[in-house]
C-alpha cells in the first residue's frame, strides 16, 4: 500500500511539473497537451501584464518555435518574447525589440508587419545567439536585433499587455526550445 501511494505521489509531481513560472497574471494548462492560457493581472496603472519564463535559464545559442495568438480584443496591446538581453514586442501590424533601454525605446523603433493580426494563430520562431536575436513569423522574418551586450544564458518566455483593470489572455501552444518540446 504504502509502496502504491509512493508511485501515486512520483507520477503526481511529474505530471504537475511545469518547464515555466510567472513573474505576473496567471498560467493554465490548456486542453490540448502542451498548450498554455496565460492571463493578465488586471491591475490598475497604464497597464495590466502577465509573464511566463523557463525555470531554467537556456544556453545560447538556441531556437524557439510557438504557435501563440491574443485571446481579447486588445489587437494595439503587444504580446512579447523574453530572450536573453531583452523583449521581442509584437501587436497586430508591428514589431519592436526592447533592450531594457527605456530613453532609446522611447525614440519609436516599431516597424510594420503587413497583414499580422493578433487574434489570429501565428507560428513564431525566435533565433538567438550571442550577439543577435532573428523572429520569424509564419515562415517569415520580421526583425533582426543586434545585442550591444554578449549574452550566453538566459530565461526566455512569452508576456503580454492589456488595459488596465483588464484580465486578458493570450494562448501559446506547441512550444520548443531546441527541438524539445515544453
Request: aromatic share 8%; glycine share 10%; charged share 20%.
Amino acid at each position: 500500500m504504502i509502496r502504491a501511494v509512493a508511485i501515486v505521489c512520483a507520477l503526481c509531481a511529474a505530471a504537475s511539473a511545469s518547464p515555466w513560472k510567472t513573474s505576473r497574471g496567471t498560467l493554465a494548462t490548456g486542453r490540448l497537451p502542451g498548450s498554455w492560457i496565460l492571463s493578465s493581472d488586471a491591475a490598475p496603472g497604464r497597464y495590466s501584464e502577465a509573464g511566463m519564463f523557463t525555470t531554467e535559464p537556456v544556453a545560447l545559442p538556441f531556437k524557439l518555435e510557438a504557435t501563440w495568438r491574443r485571446l481579447g480584443p486588445e489587437a494595439g496591446r503587444s504580446m512579447h518574447v523574453l530572450v536573453a538581453g531583452g523583449i521581442v514586442l509584437i501587436k497586430s501590424g508591428a514589431i519592436a525589440f526592447y533592450a531594457y533601454d527605456d530613453a532609446a525605446f522611447a525614440q519609436g523603433d516599431w516597424k510594420p508587419i503587413p497583414g499580422h493580426a493578433a487574434q489570429a494563430p501565428h507560428d513564431l520562431v525566435i533565433e538567438q545567439d550571442k550577439l543577435r536575436v532573428i523572429v520569424k513569423l509564419d515562415g517569415a522574418e520580421v526583425g533582426r536585433y543586434d545585442l550591444a551586450i554578449p549574452r550566453d544564458t538566459g530565461n526566455i518566455g512569452f508576456g503580454m499587455k492589456s488595459a488596465p483593470g483588464l484580465r486578458s489572455s493570450i494562448y501559446v501552444h506547441s512550444v520548443k526550445i531546441n527541438g524539445q518540446s515544453q
